[in-house]
């Protein structure tokens, strides 16, 4: 009986209730798994449950009694990865219909098909695609699309596909968004990443993209409205600055969030180096919630996330 | 149906392998649980499962068609929190043996007795009563056994018996231990935490508390051998002071480790104020491992410890 | 020549302009002075200079010859710490009046005069109390009032004076101020802490003690407006909270920021659990708000705090 | 009078005593300069004192009355950055002869000719010429060094000269120091940065590097000695891992430190998952030594460092 390393990452959401986990549980057995990983939350605010699960074909040592629950040894087939996931997907099917469940499943380490939109600003896209080409961000990215050309050089050392589309005026954005529609669909897009993209999004295409954009901001304590924030949080002398990663929604910057973080600054520091200090907090903010959507292990629960890490 | 806020909490280790999820979450439903929390892990290191499970008495709704897992159905027997453990504990047991469980069932909240072993530092004692007062530790100290008279007052103010018990030789010494353990069997301690506790315990003490007995030291990057650390850490200049909470085992202050932290300190750090700064960290990292291990969230996979946060 | 460990530590702002760190250095040499710390910021929103400095007496080794600067060595007469403060004083006279300085001297160490308002919350009073005891904190309180009797026992049990005072109406809630600016003249307070105090001050109240009342408050990302800012928290999924300690002001929750902090929470948090994690940041931001304060570490440069750690 | 924003920093240090600081800015304002920023330090261990200070040209109002301070309004000749260097090295030379000061004056933001050796890790090399490209960092790199090909399109894409330079053998490792040697003399570089250069250094090239040459390493709370130290610490189980940015001298890895950071990881991470995290570290730690360094905020007293952030 072979095992590679193969794994499937099984993502799930339904109404709680007694029994689903033994459901589920029962069918990984059935299809000749074993749960290498799992993570679980019952929400109490929704009252929905939410699982995720990375499986792996079970080891079943040679010559050993079956323990009855793995269909091999009924049917004598050898186990493929092939053969797996069809199986899976079948002993699967009745518990996703009993518990009308939300679900998917997914490869483990699948490079999940990435479209970034830029404008001027490099610390996000330098972030994502440098790790994305040291293995450690599981992304595949068919294009970066700016309305600035600042990050040509960047997608071209990388080698992404590099589009350059102006935006001065209502028409180009038209043009712009309808852009993003087609590449999401051309190339199959699973996630848009707006990487520091400082045009706002019209209702519709926040709406075309729910749940698949993520956006990146600075935060502060207390929060400042209107237009150069770091200037604000200069002059209100905060002793924080930090970012947020959060879906779009047409509720500007007010979508779940996906992650935060925070770094220590004084009354010595200038708006510029707040700046340049809240780049380095936003590019590791964004690439954590990208590389979490990646793995998939983010879900939605109406307006929060769960984050399995 | 009644359905009050107990929870049980089951912890487990055996050997990995195919079907054991599905085992457990059959046992709990076939007792008319509920799975709460759940969280697992499989190490790789030694081929071991860790299960930490939270159950409820699950919430039929009345007049719903018998999902028929529910005992109450069948034996129309209203569940109690009482009848529910026994029914439990029955239904673990062939899951148990099947798989050669480490197991241990518990109720959620349940206060741990714990001794603690203290001499003159006052701001681990401190802090650990403090919380417990104010409700955020679930443990029970029906002793403080210290080798000085330095916190009395502190146990005396927050309600829980105080021994002084000096030690300056050998004979101290072993009068000291053969008292931690009399009293570790009058008061049937689960939980020793030596709360700055400044004598070196004895092989002999150290194998009778095995993995039941915390300790917390200083941690400092490089580490310092021999006396006065923190004068050691300031004169190599560190940036980081930290502490480490771990089992004691007869490896001097190598035992499996549960909790670490560290801060930032510069130059200009007398060692006096190391001190001072290093003892907030102590007090922080014991609190966080005694918490965890009165909540049964510690497991020991060999010289590592699982945390189920 | 005599040198004990007394240290001064003085204060200042004034007009930003060239020359006067030299006046400044001057006096104290002129004085027999030695600069033991020094820390300074020209702030370019408002244009001026703050400094704060450590002044010791300087030690000039016997038989050595004299560096023309220190009046010892003219005079004959030995240096004590009674006869440095008033001839430092009087060289500082001229420098303070040329520059128009506001300006303060303090001896290190000294405790400063803290009243402390409570409500039902423990955890702030708890630490700071506790901290003034093992000598990490240099307050003194002659007092700690209340509308509640929740804390009167932490008070006593650290010896310190406690008054409740009940607030149910506007009456009474006029009382309670009277009897505030009242203990701040019988005691010649210097600094009120709202540790955790859950009245709103009237306007005149927070007239009166500006520049000398501390208020903690919780923070979020983004802030949240209306009652139970943790539920609201929890609702909004947030991956961090914190807390934020300010001086009041006529303006509730937004005068000058003297410190904050955060710490990570995730999907799981109930809404309880958070308010116990943001009361161990409170108690921490608000303890290292006091102590910067009673270190005079604290200049207020119009709506900023400079912060002198 | 003009006043461009060119500024000076001037770091020093001496044997402490009275006067020094009077002295330092008596030499300024007699050059017409102003402090902009300034930090100190007295060092009790040896007794040496530290100071860094910004200065700029003093910006006199147009028709005021000269504050007698000012050697503008003496010889009427404009001030300009070139003849106000020159000047205030001259007003400079008597104190710091006076205090046998070591002493270095250079202008503030003057990229550090810098020479980075690296083998087959990309990390710390792209974080460093990132930073150096989006300027945040001040440094110049005439020369990247590598005894292996790895990070030469990383060199390339940033338009800086790399060289490959294979050590197999006691001969080639003899070749490259001798050409680290001959680097260090041909571009005039004032810093050698090991980002990640996997070989020993000779005692003699430490030596010749001493002061000048950074290196980076892993740390760990208890350290370890040996091979693999990531596998050690996660079959250790720890909490906390980390990384120290420090000098290289020929004591093997305790140089003076210069930065440590941490960060948490529990047990389920894989050795290889703290390798990937470890590196993040290591890059931050390695690029904010390098930052500081280059800024002139890095001072040796002894076996430890000063660091005016």
Redesign the interface.
């Known amino acids: 009986m072979t095992n590679d390393n193969t794994q499937w990452v099984l993502t799930l959401s339904c109404i709680d209730?007694?029994?689903?986990?033994?459901a589920i549980?029962?069918a990984?057995?059935a299809a000749?798994?074993?749960?290498?990983?799992?993570?679980?939350?019952?929400?109490?605010?929704t009252g929905r449950f939410f699982m995720r699960l990375q499986v792996e074909i079970?080891n079943?040592p040679s010559g050993s009694a079956s323990?009855g629950?793995?269909s091999d040894s009924v049917t004598g087939t050898a186990t493929t990865p092939e053969n797996f996931e069809a199986r899976f997907r079948e002993s699967l099917a009745p518990v996703t219909e009993r518990y009308d469940m939300n679900w998917r499943l997914d490869r483990v380490g699948r490079p999940v098909r990435t479209l970034i939109l830029a404008s001027t600003a490099?610390?996000c896209v330098?972030d994502l695609l440098?790790r994305r080409r040291?293995g450690?961000l599981p992304i595949e990215v068919p294009l970066v699309l700016s309305n600035h050309e600042t990050v040509r050089d960047i997608a071209e050392?990388y080698g992404v596909p590099f589009e350059y589309k102006p935006v001065t005026g209502a028409e180009e954005k038209a043009a712009f968004e309808a852009r993003v529609l087609e590449a999401v669909e051309q190339h199959d897009i699973e996630l848009v990443v707006l990487a520091r993209y400082m045009q706002i999004l019209s209702p519709e295409l926040c709406e075309a993209l729910e749940g698949k954009a993520i956006n990146i901001h600075h935060?502060?304590?207390?929060?400042f409205k209107g237009a150069n924030p770091y200037k604000q949080a200069?002059?209100?002398?905060?002793?924080?600055i930090?970012a947020?990663a959060h879906f779009v929604t047409t509720d500007l910057d007010?979508g779940?969030?996906?992650?935060?973080?925070?770094t220590r600054v004084?009354?010595?520091y200038?708006p510029r180096e707040l700046v340049?200090l809240g780049q380095d907090i936003e590019a590791r903010v964004l690439r954590h919630a990208v590389n979490w959507f990646a793995e998939n292990r983010v879900l939605a629960?109406g307006?929060?996330?769960?984050?399995f890490?």
């Open positions: 209730g007694p029994g689903i986990v033994h549980s029962g990984i057995v000749g798994g074993n749960i290498a990983e799992s993570q679980q939350f019952a929400s109490a605010d079970a079943v323990v629950q793995n490099t610390h330098n440098y040291a450690q050392f935060s502060f304590l207390p929060g200069h002059e209100r002398g905060v002793k924080l930090g947020t007010e779940p969030i996906i992650e935060q973080d925070t004084d009354h010595a200038t340049q629960d307006d929060r996330t769960i984050i890490r």
